[in-house]
């Protein structure tokens, strides 16, 4: 199975998190969570290097992102934008944590297109399926979590889906 279980947050004092996400190989990590077996019910304030994906597919989620708290309910998403500081408490949960950079080798393709959103002061960006083009990243990251199950081609279909899901952003969206 490719659902990972953790009953807890780890993190150093800097308050980033300890678990590696993926690998150099396959930089990429699937998680289908139940916070109920959290300490505190909650997946507790830490950062990471990686870009957070997260789909809600029933019940809600509370995010706490820096000093921002707000709700997510049934069908939206949200992306979390490496090094923010965040915490959540949701139900359970898909999610999947990658970085972008390693997907795309080319120091130029980095340079234009992946170093621009990463460094920008995006924090977050929530997906309501009422904005066209958000209805699409939603799909596509529906698309992402639908595969874990599958063996076969898995990886250069979430490689193919991650960079859609870029350019979604690229398209719709200016980073300062």
Request: glycine share 2%; aromatic share 16%; net charge negative.
């Amino acid at each position: 199975s490719f659902q990972n279980q953790f009953t807890k947050t780890t993190t150093d004092a800097n308050l980033m998190e300890t678990v590696h996400h993926g690998s150099a190989e396959y930089p990429f990590r699937y998680y289908y969570e139940n916070i109920a077996l959290f300490d505190f019910k909650c997946i507790d304030w830490h950062w990471h290097s990686e870009l957070e994906f997260i789909y809600i597919k029933s019940g809600n989620v509370v995010f706490d992102i820096g000093t921002v708290h707000f709700e997510l309910n049934e069908g939206n998403g949200i992306m979390i934008n490496s090094k923010i500081l965040h915490q959540l408490r949701p139900q359970a949960m898909p999610s999947f944590q990658f970085s972008v950079s390693a997907f795309i080798y080319c120091s130029l393709i980095y340079k234009k297109y992946i170093n621009p959103v990463i460094s920008s002061s995006l924090e977050y960006l929530v997906f309501q399926p009422d904005i066209p083009w958000q209805k699409k990243a939603l799909e596509i990251i529906k698309t992402i979590i639908t595969v874990q199950e599958t063996e076969f081609n898995r990886e250069i279909i979430v490689s193919m889906s991650v960079q859609q899901l870029w350019i979604l952003l690229l398209e719709n969206l200016t980073f300062d």
